[in-house]
């Protein structure tokens, strides 16, 4: 096989179709565009979004930019605040019902902030390497 002989394949090829062109052709006089109207017209188009004067989607719906929807639900639990906490098997719940969190928080994150003496036992919540390191060092630990 050499590189000037490589054809297509019989069929594969199809020649553009040229419009208004006669009778013959299929696609003389209104050259596929129809009878009449805006779009049948050279120059006929409007711009994008454009509903034939009905106010567009665009314009409908309200603007919400990048606001997250979940921030607020995020929340940041402190040591301190798990060393006063009277269990040692802690999860959201658990967080919820001591009112150490809001009762519409999705998820809890334990920050580097106070001191932990104690032992206790995550489940379910989240811990920054400070924290982890300062759980395990009073003996306890970490479960995702």
């Known amino acids: 096989m050499q590189l000037n002989t490589i054809k297509s394949a019989e069929g594969a090829k199809h020649a553009r179709k040229r419009v208004g062109r006669g009778i013959g052709s299929g696609l003389g006089k ?3 565009r129809g009878h009449k109207g805006q779009k049948s017209r050279s120059g006929g188009f409007h711009k994008v979004g454009f509903e034939g004067g009905q106010m567009p989607i665009q314009r ?3 603007k919400r930019g ?3 929807l979940v921030r607020g639900r995020n929340v940041e639990v402190r040591l301190s605040e798990l060393e006063q906490l009277p269990v040692d098997q802690i999860d959201l ?3 919820k019902q001591a009112g150490v969190v809001p009762a519409d928080a999705l998820s809890a994150k334990v920050i580097l902030s106070g001191a932990i003496t104690r032992k206790v036992e995550l489940s379910g919540i989240g811990a920054t390497k400070g924290a982890l390191a300062a759980i395990q060092a009073a003996g306890g630990s970490v479960a995702a």
């Open 60 to 62: 409908r719906l309200p």
């Open 30 to 32: 209104t050259g596929g």
């Open 66 to 68: 990048f606001v997250s």
């Open 93 to 95: 719940l658990v967080l």
